[in-house]
């Protein structure tokens, strides 16, 4: 089955710096890869999705990119704010089912 | 339009017992999956359900088991309760156009089980 990797496992950075949280698959067969942003005690959300026919989206400070030949996709977030300290899942999907690397912490510090 | 619900939303049990947790998706939504996340593993695919038919399974033991009824509402059920299975119990929805599933999948607010 798949499996997803994902690092690092935590991150802590400076507000207003850069973040990046990494992450490879195995399943050449995955096309579509969901980012999910978890805050202490609530239910995942979405933030941003990437097909596999995209090599880039951004959605304000958020970017995702994917690299297919490579079996990798990153998720990027500038100017980051102390609101987007959470836990962070990448996930691919293949064959009705999301699988999810095990999350990064990140922690933005004023 | 509200948003997926779980019921109950916190449950002890002793081991050997069974339990059954429940889950209401979107209005619309035709597509089911369940999830079960603890510290150590992260969030774990569990079984997918679209118009009443399991269309996938994850690599749990025959203990766990699901259904979908023709309300696209699920239920997932735990037989034979061991300790290690303690962890948050999440479900999602998607709208399942065209039976695809590469959709936005929203989760619910979960259901804590504590077995012990």
């Known amino acids: 089955g798949e499996n997803v990797e994902q690092h690092p496992s935590t991150l802590s950075v400076q507000e207003g710096d850069s973040a990046v949280i990494k992450c490879t698959y195995s399943d050449s067969a995955s096309n579509y890869f969901p980012w999910y942003k978890q805050e202490l005690g609530k239910r995942p959300q979405l933030i941003i999705d990437i097909r596999s026919n995209v090599g880039e989206k951004k959605d304000q400070r958020i970017a995702v990119t994917l690299n297919k030949t490579a079996k990798h996709f990153s998720l990027h977030i500038t100017e980051t704010q102390p609101e987007d300290s959470a836990v962070y899942f990448c996930?691919?999907?293949?064959?009705?089912?999301?699988?999810f690397g095990k999350g990064t912490s990140l922690l933005v510090t004023p | 339009k509200a948003g997926v619900t779980q019921t109950p939303r916190y449950l002890i049990k002793t081991r050997g017992q069974q339990v059954t947790l429940s889950c209401s998706p979107i209005s619309g939504h035709r597509s089911v999956s369940w999830y079960q996340q603890t510290p150590g593993q992260g969030l774990q695919f569990l079984f997918e359900y679209f118009s009443e038919t399991q269309r996938n399974k994850g690599n749990f033991p025959g203990r766990f088991s699901g259904r979908q009824f023709s309300n696209s509402r699920s239920e997932m059920n735990v037989s034979t309760l061991e300790l290690g299975d303690s962890a948050l119990y999440l479900c999602?929805?998607?709208?399942?156009?065209?039976?695809?599933?590469?959709?936005?999948?929203?989760f619910g607010p979960g259901t804590r089980l504590l077995v012990l």
């Open positions: 999602a929805s998607s709208l399942g156009l065209s039976g695809a599933y590469e959709e936005t999948q929203y």
């Open positions: 996930a691919a999907c293949s064959g009705y089912a999301l699988n």
